[in-house]
């Protein structure tokens, strides 16, 4: 199969109605439109308003896009802490999925946070409830820390349908740790 020509770039907020309305689709799109990752099932409501979308654009936070000409078919939040990045938002458009475009716009995310933000620990989170995304983040080197919190009813993120729901806080240390300078 040949290689999709995808541009990697990073988000502007004329960007954001365009980003919520891909991470909507990925997340919670009609069951007849839905992606292997999608939790319409689980929750109701958008997963981001464009609003929150432009919330994010600030200073140690960052969105990648993947770009199939001028469609974002794929996005990433990467927001910098101290020697560590969290990496959030993982959209990739349901009709492309299954091609490995998540794949590899986690491995631009991870690269961006240890480059960028100095990080040597990635972060994540993930619904309890989503036994498939927490098997392919545990492919890709992450581990869950044992920290678990309750889902954020009062974010404007969605309503949870089922009850139980809780968020699962995974980490992986970075294979390319960011360059340290020795004394």
């Known amino acids: 199969m040949e290689a999709l020509p995808l541009e990697l770039s990073v988000a502007c907020k004329t960007d954001a109605k365009e980003i919520a309305a891909l991470v909507n689709r990925a997340y919670r799109p009609p069951s007849h439109a839905a992606g292997w990752t999608h939790e319409s099932n689980l929750i109701a409501g958008e997963r981001i308003s464009t609003e929150q979308v432009l919330s994010l654009f600030h200073e ?9 000409g001028q469609e974002i078919v794929a996005c990433v939040h990467v927001q910098g802490g101290k020697s560590c990045a969290y990496i959030g938002m993982l959209a990739t458009n349901p009709a ?3 091609q490995g475009i998540g794949k590899q716009m986690l491995l631009h ?5 240890t480059q960028h933000f100095n990080a040597s620990v990635l972060k ?3 619904l309890s409830s989503r036994p498939e995304l927490l098997a392919f983040y545990e492919r890709r ?6 920290q678990v919190e309750e ?5 404007d993120v969605g309503q949870p349908i089922i009850t139980g729901i809780q968020v699962l806080s995974l980490e992986k240390v970075s294979a390319n ?4 300078q020795e004394s």
Do not use: C, D, N, W
């Open 60 to 68: 140690h936070s960052t969105i990648l896009l993947l770009r199939l």
């Open 96 to 98: 492309m999925q299954a």
């Open 109 to 113: 995310a991870e690269a961006y946070a």
């Open 124 to 126: 994540m989170s993930v």
């Open 141 to 146: 080197g992450y581990v869950l820390t044992g």
């Open 151 to 155: 889902y954020p009813l009062l974010a």
């Open 177 to 180: 740790p960011p360059f340290k």
